[in-house]
């Protein structure tokens, strides 16, 4: 199995990588290599000096020689392994046995590399590895997503795609969920999944359009050891870790001809072959799959199959667009105030509040990027507004961009309060800041008096000046 000659399709600056080594070339070598990928790479001279970096900082991957002064790479390993069971380790080092190796990889290695290095050897490793910590980073995201989000339905298009979905959930069949990007076609997928009777089984997703083929098929499909570089044992793909439970593909307009026609005998038989394997595996799960695209123009430009087409369509949910489901969004918008109050405001700090005029621009703006767009919005302005108020400003709106959203209501409130605070300002002008003289000329109590200059925060002193 041949590894990407592209990186395109993964950002691999989100994957951060710990060299450790007390030779000062190597470590530098090792950051240079594996940095020309993209990856953020730290470095440390010590164990010890490495366990502090990891406790205050998430790395993905750790690259460590076994012989160093103090700690020794087996030992930072067996406690990298105690503390943090994401981070897949590499061993390096200038005596490596088959002992030794065999020894490391029982105990939580990754991978081991020795000296002098073999460079492919290393970017393929990297590569695969960064992938592996990605779809992990994504599912763990999904999970988060899912217990904190719930689908916001206050619109007839909305509550007619709950009903569909309510109504093909008990049963079995493959399910194509189709809509813009940003429109929450996961969220469906995952909604479909829990109202089914297999609630209690897994529901893994993956992104077709963030791998390329080779690695989809090892993701989808496992592998043998020894299939690949870094292939140290058996490993289960997700339609065997499925057991029974839902595998969602999204984005499956991005997959390649050939591999449309691998995922087509997978779905007509139940069956798979692990990579490198000689044997058919049996497989259980539903299927749901999501695209943003045409699919019917795809197969008339012959750039999908029409077999897998029908396969995959047998009950089709359609998404609107959030411009097409504008009730939705006092609601969605009130929903992620909440949502994310509590993890970008300080401790303690109130929500704030939408002023109307900030909340009519939302409803009438157009939202191509849909409910994604809208809520990283939402997240932008909680994190530039210091007030209680989220203010049409924190929405990147300027005053004469809003001057024709204010509703005719408010512009009411603000002439008569203008009113007001001109009327009370000549008042205690005329009696010299006296307020019990202003209140008399003005016809209202002392009390009541006192209570409009608080409102209008008008101080007597400024008044008389």
Not at 101 to 121: D, M, W, Y
Not at 358 to 363: G, I, K
Not at 392 to 400: I, M, N
């Amino acid at each position: 199995m041949s590894v990407p000659q592209s990186t395109e399709s993964m950002d691999f600056n989100q994957i951060r990588i710990l060299v450790v080594d007390d030779q000062e070339d190597v470590r530098r070598g090792l950051q240079r290599l594996i940095g020309s990928l993209g990856c953020d790479v730290q470095i440390a001279e010590s164990g010890e000096t490495a366990l502090s970096m990891l406790h205050e900082t998430t790395y993905d991957i750790v690259f460590t020689d076994i012989k160093m002064g103090g700690m020794s790479g087996v030992d930072l390993m067996e406690r990298i392994t105690e503390e943090w069971n994401n981070i897949e380790v590499v061993l390096i080092t200038g005596y490596g046995t088959i002992e030794l190796a065999v020894q490391c990889l029982r105990n939580g290695a990754s991978h081991f590399i020795t000296k002098p290095f073999n460079n492919q050897e290393i970017l393929e490793f990297v590569e695969r590895a960064g992938y592996r910590q990605l779809a992990k980073k994504q599912r763990r995201r999904s999970q988060e997503h899912y217990q904190s989000e719930k689908i916001i339905a206050r619109s007839r298009e909305m509550h007619k795609v709950l009903e569909m979905a309510e109504q093909v959930a008990p049963k079995t069949v493959p399910v194509l969920v189709e809509g813009a990007s940003g429109t929450g076609k996961e969220l469906i997928a995952h909604a479909i999944h829990e109202k089914s009777g297999i609630s209690g089984k897994p529901f893994l997703a993956i992104n077709c359009a963030a791998l390329p083929d080779n690695l989809l098929e090892s993701e989808l499909f496992g592998y043998k050891q020894g299939a690949f570089t870094g292939a140290h044992e058996d490993t289960n793909g997700l339609f065997q870790q499925a057991r029974g439970g839902t595998i969602f593909l999204d984005e499956i307009a991005s997959m390649s001809l050939a591999f449309q026609g691998k995922l087509l005998r997978v779905i007509e038989n139940k069956v798979i072959r692990p990579l490198g394997g000689g044997e058919d595996v049996s497989v259980d799960f539903r299927l749901i799959t999501a695209t943003n695209r045409n699919l019917e123009e795809m197969v008339e430009a012959g750039e999908f199959r029409e077999d897998l087409l029908y396969r995959i369509d047998v009950f089709r949910i359609e998404l609107p667009m959030l411009d097409e489901r504008r009730e939705c969004i006092p609601a969605l918008v009130e929903h992620f105030i909440e949502r994310f109050s509590a993890e970008i405001l300080k401790d303690g700090a109130q929500a704030p509040e939408l002023t109307p005029v900030s909340l009519r621009y939302l409803c009438e703006r157009q939202w191509s990027g849909n409910v994604r767009e809208l809520e990283n919005t939402i997240k932008r302005a909680l994190v530039v507004c210091e007030g209680e108020k989220i203010l049409p400003s924190h929405l990147g709106l300027t005053r004469e961009s809003t001057d024709d959203l204010e509703p005719y209501e408010d512009r009411k409130q603000q002439v008569i309060e203008n009113f007001q605070r001109q009327y009370i300002n000549k008042a205690l002008f005329h009696t010299g800041g006296n307020i019990s003289q202003a209140s008399e000329m003005c016809g209202i109590t002392r009390a009541a008096f006192q209570r409009i200059m608080k409102k209008l925060d008008i101080e007597r002193e400024v008044a008389v000046s």
